[in-house]
């Protein structure tokens, strides 16, 4: 069973043109014709006396009117797929997909385990993890392609629910025969002399670091930019080098380890967060609300 026994199709055919900002690619995705789309588009604007889009060259954008039905419709969406979850388990949490957005730093080990471990209890609950920035793990909660995100130090938003906020200090990764590997925390003059592999400008590590350079004066070059962590991971164990890392990200590195965390002696790289996000106002379907305990113990 899904959405479309419950979710009329104008209201359907309305949020693909919204989310592709085009007829044709939302009829491409929706696989009917492009004049099947236009006829419920039109539709919904007739009866609401309103236009839902502004036409432009490049596309379809939504009104101050579309907007507000967006948001009326994806809730409509998720709480159509809750009730189908609902009726297709009713002898408790049997079966069920969780949809979640995080930042890759977090799906590199904790996501992975704490799914594993809640399987083992429910497993008839599946998981579609999606990889992607700060910003967009956000908007994916806010439109309803996510059921959970993880995002680190976002804004407020009216539409966001902070189920879990934890501060998240960015630490530096080495080798433990690393000459700085001895002491308790190190500063970022120190991190200078030794070779150092960052993750790119897009990123709050990076960011962050880039700002507390800045103000403490210091012009400190990466011998290696990379957007992928176990890259990083391996520079740092393989080469004699240096990474950065949020704390939450590096919590599995333990005595068998070959790398040692230290915390970043600045008040900037210790004042990163991160949140757990849900849909401001939605009811979450039980395998979801079920994820969330577990996972929000995790991080604490």
């Known amino acids: 069973m899904n959405d479309r026994a419950l979710v009329d199709n104008a209201l359907r055919y309305f ?74 388990g009713l002898e408790g949490i049997q079966k069920g997909m969780v949809h979640i957005a995080s930042i890759e730093g977090l799906a590199s080990y904790l996501l992975p385990h704490v799914i594993g ?39 407020p938003e009216k539409d966001i629910k902070v189920e879990k906020r934890i501060m998240a200090p960015i630490y530096a990764i080495m080798a433990k025969d690393h000459p700085l590997a001895s002491k308790k925390q190190v500063t970022l003059a120190q991190l200078s002399s030794y070779p150092l592999a960052l993750p790119t400008r897009d990123t709050t590590v990076r960011q962050l670091f880039d700002v507390s350079c800045s103000r403490q004066g210091l ?55 991160i949140e757990v996000q849900t849909m401001a106002g939605r009811t979450l379907p039980k395998g979801v609300a079920a994820f969330l305990e577990p996972l929000c113990m995790a991080l604490e």
């Open 15 to 88: 949020l693909e043109v919204a989310r592709q900002g085009s007829i044709n690619k939302a009829s491409n995705e929706l696989h009917v014709a492009p004049s099947a789309v236009s006829r419920q588009i039109a539709r919904l604007e007739s009866e609401l006396g309103t236009q839902l889009f502004e036409r432009l060259p490049t596309g379809m954008r939504l009104s101050p009117s579309g907007e507000l039905l967006a948001g009326h419709a994806r809730k409509a969406r998720l709480e159509a797929a809750r009730i189908i979850d609902e009726i297709t």
């Open 117 to 155: 471990e809640f399987r083992k209890k429910y497993w008839g609950i599946h998981f579609d993890l999606q990889i992607c920035s700060s910003a967009e793990v956000t908007r994916r909660v806010r439109e309803g392609n996510a059921d959970i995100g993880l995002a680190i130090s976002p804004p």
């Open 219 to 273: 012009l400190i070059e990466p011998v290696m930019v990379c957007n992928f962590v176990n890259s990083l991971i391996q520079f740092a164990a393989c080469q004699g080098g240096i990474t950065l890392f949020g704390e939450v990200s590096i919590r599995h590195l333990n005595d068998g380890s070959e790398l040692k965390a230290l915390p970043i002696k600045d008040r900037e790289m210790s004042a990163r967060t």
